[in-house]
């Protein structure tokens, strides 16, 4: 079964009646799922971001300390994310590796980068009441916080906590022991999301200061190529694996004309084309900035020293 013939059948759910044992017989509403775990802080950080944005910008202006960019990008992600943790998409994650890793691509790939690119401390602290924003700060700036944060927030720490995370998880136990423990599973959820959301806020945005940008995008290039490869090699394990690595995830294969060894395969190669197209493009972004952030300083120099 193609890729887009999986994604059809997907989007069928929404419209055709399943059960926890088949795809019949079960009122389609009761495939969305709420899990106040998952969900509580996705509503805590979307109200601290909608409060403090609303704030900023009563005090400097609309699309003045975090622009309109970036608010559309923030509830463009924090909407994917809910929608990948509440939607039958994920209830069909619980049955299917395909829809699993698709479940975890739209989180790593899609949400995070999004919500990164909003850079959503700025508001968050805003939404704090002005009395307390000082003390805030304070304790943001406390050793006991900073010294981690520096280090987390180095670029090769982030791409490897990314990195650990995508591949410590996909190890046949521990994948196994998300399917079979709930909380184990959210742990799964919130591992991929924070590495992720840190992974890409640091490229966006980390590091500034000693650094030119120019030094940033070419770091975030080398960042990007490592993750590429390393999840490419994943995904590729995956595909040409002739054994299944978790063979409880493929329960409802056969519902979608797949053996539980080809739902592994589709799943591979989810991670390994999709995703890696992705994580390309935003290479080639950061790519060309690097490439040409010099461009003014250089045609300067030369008109100031046209010998």
């Known amino acids: 079964m193609s890729a887009l013939s999986f994604a ?9 009646p399943a059960d926890a044992h ?6 389609p509403g009761s495939l969305w799922s709420y899990d106040p775990w998952l969900m509580a802080p996705l509503y805590a950080v979307g109200i601290g971001f ?5 704030r900023l910008w009563r005090h400097a202006g609309g699309g003045r300390g975090v622009s309109f960019r970036q608010v559309a990008a923030f509830w463009a992600g924090w909407l994917i994310a809910a929608l990948a943790v509440t939607s ?5 994650g619980e049955q299917l590796f395909a829809a699993h890793m698709l479940e975890h691509e739209l989180l790593m790939a899609v949400a995070a980068p999004l919500m990164a690119f909003a850079r959503i401390n700025g508001p968050i602290l805003w939404s704090l009441p002005v009395s307390f924003r000082p003390a805030a700060g304070r ?9 981690p944060w520096s280090f987390v927030s180095h ?21 196994a022991w998300a399917l079979e423990n709930p909380a184990v599973h959210r742990l799964q959820h919130f591992s991929f999301f924070a590495t992720a959301l840190l992974f890409w806020w640091v490229l966006l945005h980390g590091r500034g200061r000693g650094r030119s940008i120019r030094v940033r995008d070419g770091i975030a290039v080398a960042c990007l190529f490592i993750t590429i490869l390393h999840s490419g090699v994943l995904g590729a ?13 493929g329960a409802l294969a056969g519902e979608f004309g797949l053996s539980p060894l080809e739902d592994q395969q589709l799943a591979g190669i989810l991670m390994w084309v999709p995703m890696g197209i992705l994580y390309t493009c935003a290479a080639l972004f950061f790519a060309y900035r ?7 300083h250089s045609r300067l120099w030369l008109v100031q020293h046209p010998g």
């Open 8 to 16: 059809a059948l997907l989007l069928a759910l929404l419209a055709q």
């Open 22 to 27: 088949g795809l019949s017989n079960v009122d």
């Open 50 to 54: 909608y409060v403090g944005t609303q």
């Open 88 to 92: 039958p998409l994920h209830w069909l």
């Open 139 to 147: 304790v943001l700036n406390l050793p006991i916080l900073a010294w």
């Open 155 to 175: 670029p090769m720490s982030a791409t490897i906590l990314h990195g650990v995370a995508l591949w410590v998880w996909h190890a046949p136990p521990l994948y």
């Open 237 to 249: 394990l995956l595909t040409v694996s002739p054994r299944l690595w978790i063979p409880v995830q």
């Open 290 to 296: 690097w490439l040409t952030a010099d461009d003014g």
